[in-house]
């Protein structure tokens, strides 16, 4: 996959929603893993190799005030906390200076 979009840092590309959707969904189907992290207070993410996140525990769904749905966005972690430079470029969190 290649794409013109310019990074000084951390490769642009996005997972394609479909796929991305899949990869939350199997991180879901393990029930044993999920309810440890989610037991843990401090925040947790998993993240795909695009740096999206695909799982996010309980104490950061709540730090964010978000719900589940919100995984599906393919949100990168600069990006859901609103890291002053996330934006920056249209490639995304982790691409700027």
């Known amino acids: 996959m290649s794409s013109n979009l310019e990074t000084q840092f951390a490769p642009p590309e996005r997972t394609p929603q479909d796929i991305l959707l899949a990869q939350i969904s199997a991180i879901k189907e393990h029930n044993d893993l999920t309810r440890v992290l989610d037991a843990i207070p401090e925040y947790v993410m ?26 599906s966005k393919g949100f990168r972690p600069g990006e859901a906390i609103n890291c002053q430079h996330a934006f920056e470029s249209e490639a995304g969190c982790g691409t700027t200076e």
């Open 46 to 71: 998993i993240l795909n190799k695009e740096r999206e996140i695909v799982f996010a525990n309980k104490s950061l769904l709540e730090y964010l005030q978000v719900e589940d749905e919100f995984l």
